[in-house]
């Protein structure tokens, strides 16, 4: 039995090399475990980061580019309303040259007409019956007809 005794001893010491060799194997195996995790949360925490900063920029340039076609509509119905006021205020100008022109051209007909008529007083025309009949013109109002023509 002695002999088995001498002749285990180096076999439990070879036994207990190779027990601590896999158990330095098996703690390697859980090191490069726990560091390729903890490189894959890494990894992971970079690319959410970018992720987020490349929204962030996308939000940004998105903003802006709403703001600069608001700004462009904007300008559009200013530059229309702009448009809208020169042509309605072209309109209304013509408009009062024309009743000029017809209010001036009225008072020559009439300043005629008591030039030409023998009346007792300017604004007391004498009437001709013929006329008054033709014209239904009350007595005493001058007669004549304006026929305006557009020009």
Request: aromatic share 10%; glycine share 2%; charged share 30%.
């Amino acid at each position: 039995m002695g002999n088995k005794c001498c002749k285990s001893a180096p076999d439990e010491d070879a036994l207990e090399k190779e027990r601590l060799k896999r158990l330095r194997k098996k703690r390697r195996r859980a090191q490069i475990k726990a560091a390729r995790k903890i490189q894959a949360w890494w990894r992971g925490t970079l690319v959410r980061r970018t992720l987020l900063a490349a929204a962030l920029w996308a939000w940004v340039i998105q903003n802006w580019w709403r703001a600069v076609l608001c700004r462009r509509v904007l300008q559009r119905r200013q530059d229309l309303l702009k448009i809208y006021v020169i042509q309605e205020e072209a309109a209304v100008r013509l408009q009062s040259w024309v009743r000029m022109w017809q209010h001036r051209r009225y008072c020559h007909i009439w300043h005629a007409l008591c030039i030409l008529q023998v009346p007792k007083s300017c604004f007391a025309l004498q009437t001709d019956d013929h006329l008054q009949d033709q014209y239904d013109v009350p007595p005493g109002q001058p007669e004549f007809h304006i026929e305006i023509l557009s020009v």
